[in-house]
Nanobody, 116 residues
């Protein structure tokens, strides 16, 4: 089992910034994906950014150039720096973990609200 604990959500004005963190613990494999999805009210959950062991990070087109995901392998932690936030970025952001042994694990979610 893998446990994910997220932090860093909140309310921010359009154009502002937030930084999310997600720490993974438990049976962490040597090769794994760790990243972020989001779900807005009435919409499906969608990929935001996913980091892969020894590989590049994938981003949704809607966040490219504004969001940056980074990973600290020593801490099994992934960060999401969100800049130039827009109202359409409002959603619950979920941390996502995947490896070939345990499959997918999800965090509890953290609310991000972009509003003036």
């Amino acid at each position: 089992q893998v446990q994910l604990v997220e932090s860093g959500g909140g309310l921010v004005q359009p154009g502002g910034s937030l930084r999310l963190s997600c720490a993974a613990s438990g049976s962490i494999f040597s090769i794994y994906n760790l990243g972020w999805y989001r779900q807005a009210p009435g919409k499906q959950r969608e990929l935001v950014a996913v980091t892969r062991s020894g590989a590049s990070t994938n981003y949704a087109d809607s966040v490219k150039g504004r969001f940056a995901a980074s990973r600290d392998n020593a801490k099994n932690t992934v960060y999401l720096q969100m800049n130039s936030l827009k109202p359409e970025d409002t959603a619950v952001y979920y941390c996502h973990y995947y490896d070939v042994r345990v499959g997918v694990s999800w965090g509890q979610g953290t609310q991000v609200t972009v509003s003036s």
